[in-house]
């Protein structure tokens, strides 16, 4: 088929409330670097199953003020493969989850954070919310937020937090 833009999946960065796909996943991650990234995993009885790992942003050279514009999208697996991961994003019911309060994280100054956006369509579906941990820093709050932010990193074998 020579014209790809008649319906779409994780491998276009494309609005998920739009998705043609019957289950799309994404997570949107800042981990207080340059790079922002982004992991989409999708399944679709008509386009297949897919997972991407999207990055974008700018790479800066050491020492200097000049910057370069960045952008790689890599297709990637889920350790528990896409069936097995969308049965895992199933049960921690991730339609249930709200925005998080940002009153209630605080961050120290100098202090990095990382930002999570999640946006989750199923069934015609659409939900979508941020949250914050201290990642790369141990986080001491054992937060439904936490669980997800280890679930995403125990599920994609990749270097979240670059040195």
């Known amino acids: 088929m020579p014209f790809r833009n ?14 043609s796909a019957d289950f799309e996943f994404r997570i949107w991650i800042n981990n207080s670097t340059s790079i ?14 897919g997972a991407y790992l999207t990055e974008i942003g700018q790479v800066f050279a050491k020492h200097k003020y000049k910057s370069k ?28 989850f709200q925005s998080q309060d940002e009153s209630t994280f605080s961050v120290a100054l100098h202090t990095p954070f990382s930002l999570y956006v999640v946006e989750l369509k199923e069934n015609g579906k659409y939900h979508c919310f941020k949250f914050n941990t ?8 054992d937060s439904k937020y936490i669980a997800l932010e280890n679930f995403i990193f125990s599920e994609f074998d990749y270097k979240f937090h670059m040195n």
């Open 134 to 141: 201290h990642f790369p820093a141990k986080d001491q709050n």
């Open 6 to 19: 008649l319906g779409y999946t994780s491998d276009r960065l494309l609005p998920v409330s739009l998705s």
């Open 69 to 96: 514009q960045f952008f790689n999208q890599t297709k990637i697996v889920p350790k528990s493969g896409i069936d097995g991961f969308i049965t895992k994003i199933d049960s921690l019911k991730l339609s249930d």
């Open 36 to 49: 922002d990234r982004v992991i989409s995993v999708s399944k679709d009885t008509l386009f297949g199953k």
